[in-house]
């Protein structure tokens, strides 16, 4: 594991000036420590703070910013007016940022009834659910005007991807010169079943005998973890995977390098501007959930170096993530925002390292432990 991770971090002082570098918590000691022997009360603690103060916070705002949004795109459709159409937009922002920062939490509740890809489908690699949503604008089928019937529809065309598109895609100049258009009240039936999902999800992590009991209190029993190597494994795995996310999913799916021809149409949200907005949630959530839970007690304080490297990467990343163009294809086309981008693919994967390897390796998951097969 360390020599894997000092190979890495020889490569990052080879590349340009505006990578990171040299770090806090670099592995160079020639005599590891041994892991740390975790308990199970340590383990529940931080599972305890994890949930309590993170996940069930993230969707309770969520639903409110969700909530929030179906009244606003409503108000645009019975009143289309410049202002009303800024609140709409405003409110998509906020909402997206708010989806952003807990959708890092791939587990549990929202990969139940498809609710993850009802709020957010993507990526679209064919433009499937484009076209559906193109296909229903040109039908104008009333039914699919309403909330009621969009749950039994594509989840393609009932998320934040399809809001999106009626709003910002073409043919959304329209929606100021008629009132409750079919576009428009579609798209307001959209928001209110994104909503009415936000709040499914909030209200299940609320039940104090359901899925918040399981991720608290591991044990033989608990149909979630059976004991606090599972729960520990599947919350360090939440950050992993969301490190992986932001990395492959979120800018190496329009932006790969230098080499590789751009395809600014295939980030998410790049109609609306929130392409960056969106990373800066996913970023947020990650730096939130490590720290808030307590990931760093479950360190020997001889070790704890690694989880200031962490928030370290997360930090740097945030911080330059905040400066890009949020016009996705001027910022492919530009050499000093292509040079962002490159920092941003670099030490998102050196998030990832740093977190499987450095963190996983210090609490006791060894080299070989695969977080997408669990072993």
């Known amino acids: 594991?360390?020599?894997?991770?000092?190979?890495?971090?020889?490569g990052l002082a080879l590349l340009p000036a505006m990578t990171i570098g040299a770090l806090p918590g670099s592995a160079q000691d020639s005599n590891p420590l041994p892991p740390v022997v975790l308990t199970e009360e340590a383990i529940s603690a931080v599972m305890t703070r994890a949930v309590d103060d993170v996940i069930r916070p993230g969707y309770r705002d969520m639903h409110a910013s969700a909530t929030r949004l179906a009244d606003a795109v409503s108000a645009y459709c019975a009143a289309p007016s410049p202002y009303t159409r800024a609140t709409a937009h405003a409110a998509l922002n906020d909402t997206v940022a708010k989806w952003s920062f807990i959708e890092i939490v791939r587990d549990g509740p929202v990969l139940q009834e498809n609710r993850f890809e009802r709020i957010l489908f993507y990526p679209d690699r064919k433009s499937t659910g484009l076209k559906q949503v193109q296909a229903l604008l040109v039908k104008q089928d009333e039914k699919d005007a309403t909330a009621a019937a969009l749950p039994g529809k594509s989840v393609?065309?009932?998320?934040?991807g399809a809001?999106?598109?009626?709003?910002?895609?073409?043919?959304?100049?329209?929606?100021d010169g008629q009132k409750d258009s079919f576009r428009c009240r579609y798209g307001a039936a959209v928001a209110k079943n994104i909503a009415?999902?936000?709040?499914?999800?909030?209200?299940?992590w609320e039940k104090p005998d359901g899925v918040q009991r399981d991720w608290k209190h591991p044990g033989p029993d608990n149909p979630?973890?059976?004991?606090?190597?599972?729960?520990?494994?599947?919350?360090?795995?939440?950050?992993?995977?969301?490190a992986e996310t932001v990395r492959d999913q979120r800018i190496e799916a329009f932006y790969k390098g230098e080499d590789v021809p751009a395809r600014p149409?295939?980030?998410?949200y790049w109609r609306s501007g929130n392409t960056w907005n969106s990373i800066k949630g996913n970023l947020d959530g990650l730096r939130t959930l490590f720290r808030t839970s307590g990931m760093e007690d479950l360190l020997d304080p001889a070790e704890a170096s690694i989880a200031g490297s962490v928030e370290f990467v997360i930090a740097s990343l945030e911080r330059v993530v905040a400066?890009?163009?949020?016009d996705i294809e001027k910022a492919v086309g530009d050499?000093?925002?292509?040079h962002k981008m490159d920092f941003l693919i670099i030490n998102a994967r050196d998030l990832v390292l740093r977190l499987s390897d450095q963190y996983g390796g210090a609490i006791g998951l060894g080299a070989g432990f695969s977080f997408a097969d669990g072993d």
């Open 163 to 175: 809001l999106e598109y009626v709003l910002f895609g073409t043919g959304a100049e329209t929606l």
């Open 323 to 326: 400066n890009v163009d949020p």
């Open 265 to 268: 149409k295939s980030a998410i």
């Open 335 to 338: 050499p000093s925002e292509r």
């Open 1 to 10: 594991m360390r020599s894997r991770l000092r190979s890495a971090l020889f």
């Open 156 to 160: 393609a065309v009932q998320g934040l």
């Open 196 to 204: 009415a999902t936000a709040a499914s999800l909030s209200a299940d």
């Open 224 to 242: 979630a973890f059976r004991d606090g190597k599972e729960a520990i494994t599947a919350l360090l795995g939440i950050l992993v995977h969301g």
